[in-house]
Nanobody, 124 residues
Framework: VQLQASGGGLVQPGGSLRLSCAVS????????MGWFRQAPGKEREFVAA????????YYADSVKGRFAISGDNAKNTVYLRMNSLKPEDTAVYYC??????????????????WGQGTLVTVSS
């Protein structure tokens, strides 16, 4: 499976962005799909995930209530809608696909395919 992330950019604090992850090779419904991010000088961290089995969603505490992950079957694309953005949300965002156990959904190592990343900068 190949993943292509897009939609990043520069946005002011309080603004919104929608990231897209186009999936090719297999339907994204075959995998757990996740979004991770990595800020300069920091380790990659979990942001959100949606399960293949039932479309359940999971979020990091830092983005809960502000971000939403969803999928479009017709476009075979997974989205990350980000609202009320903060400067601390600045990072390169990666989408990922995997079939690991739900208990490991927040762990990057449980995802085997990764997109190239898209930069989100939140600044005034």
């Amino acid at each position: 499976v190949q993943l292509q992330a897009s939609g990043g950019g520069l946005v002011q604090p309080g603004g919104s962005l929608r990231l897209s992850c186009a999936v090719s090779g297999r339907t994204f419904r075959s995998y757990n799909m996740g979004w991770f991010r990595q800020a300069p000088g920091k380790e990659r961290e979990f942001v959100a995930a949606i399960t293949w089995s039932g479309g359940r969603t999971y979020y990091a505490d830092s983005v809960k209530g502000r971000f939403a992950i969803s999928g479009d079957n017709a476009k075979n694309t997974v989205y990350l809608r980000m609202n009320s953005l903060k400067p601390e949300d600045t990072a390169v965002y990666y989408c990922a696909a995997g079939r690991g156990p739900l208990s490991q959904l927040r762990v990057a190592a449980s995802f085997h395919s990764w997109g190239q990343g898209t930069l989100v900068t939140v600044s005034s």
